[in-house]
């Protein structure tokens, strides 16, 4: 055997081991950071090309020069790929909670530290008078049969999101005590008796001459209702909130309601 074919041999032997180990310690890196809300993404969308098994360049994404990029950098890469090198953009597939995911995900296999942007607020301390308030809000005080918040409830009443932003100080209370002393325009209630003598009370909407539309109180079914089909028809002044909160819960069970109300967004 030749001498050029014996450096050529061992050079591939040594090319062989260093790829071993470059694979275990991408294995290693990738095990490390299994339990991050990243992995299975990068599971799914990265490990075909940038596995330990992988043959693509640049598979190792736990060193350079992956591991050199900057939050933003390695924002733009995965959202907008590289379409020269065979990366295609995944910027339509992910949302940008998602990219942000997949970029911590590399800091904790690149071992680096995950820098909070701007974009992801840390997480909200715990806080039981709001939580207090919330079951409220779901069972007892019963507000949720009419009203939503947080994106679950009814739609009977308005949408409370965000509502100790509209209603400052004793505005609140007074919309929650008495709430037939001031109704928003699209939540009044009408009251109307069917000809075989079915009394239904609900939110109107889109009235004509002819025709009525009213949510019933169960805020499941909207029914446009004929004029000339009912005994009667009107609007009431009253509205369809209960005014009895006051008495159905304690004193500091509806401080922790408004302590609610005041503070959700």
Avoid at 114 to 132: C, G, L, S, T, Y
Wanted: positive net charge.
């Amino acid at each position: 055997m030749s001498r050029a074919a014996v450096l050529i041999g061992l050079s591939g032997l040594a090319a062989l081991i260093a790829g071993a180990s470059v694979r275990a310690d991408v294995r290693a890196s990738l095990a490390a950071a299994a339990g991050h809300e990243g992995a299975p993404l990068f599971e799914q969308y990265c490990f075909q090309c940038h596995g330990p098994d992988s043959a693509q360049a640049y598979a190792d994404l736990s060193a350079a020069p992956a591991a050199e990029r900057s939050i933003a950098q390695l924002r733009e890469l995965i959202s907008k790929g590289r379409p020269e090198k065979g990366m295609p953009a995944f910027g339509a597939q992910l949302s940008p909670l998602e990219v942000l995911l997949l970029v911590e995900y590399l800091h904790v296999v690149q071992g680096r530290p995950i820098v909070e942007p701007p974009e992801r607020p840390a997480p909200r301390p715990p806080d039981p008078r709001r939580e207090r308030g919330l079951e409220l809000f779901r069972g007892k005080a019963r507000c949720a049969e009419c009203h939503s918040l947080l994106g679950e409830g009814g739609f009977v009443g308005p949408d409370l999101s965000g509502v100790g932003k509209r209603l400052k100080g004793p505005k609140l209370r007074r919309a929650v005590l008495r709430p037939s002393a001031r109704i928003a325009g699209d939540y009044r209630a009408v009251v109307l008796e069917t000809r075989d003598g079915r009394r239904v009370r609900g939110r109107g909407r889109n009235e004509t001459p002819e025709t009525i539309q009213v949510l019933d109180e169960s805020g499941e079914l909207w029914t446009t209702w004929f004029k000339a089909d009912l005994r009667s028809f009107r609007w009431d002044d009253r509205s369809l909130m209960p005014d009895d909160l006051r008495e159905r819960l304690s004193q500091e069970e509806f401080l922790d309601l408004m302590y609610l109300l005041r503070r959700v967004e």
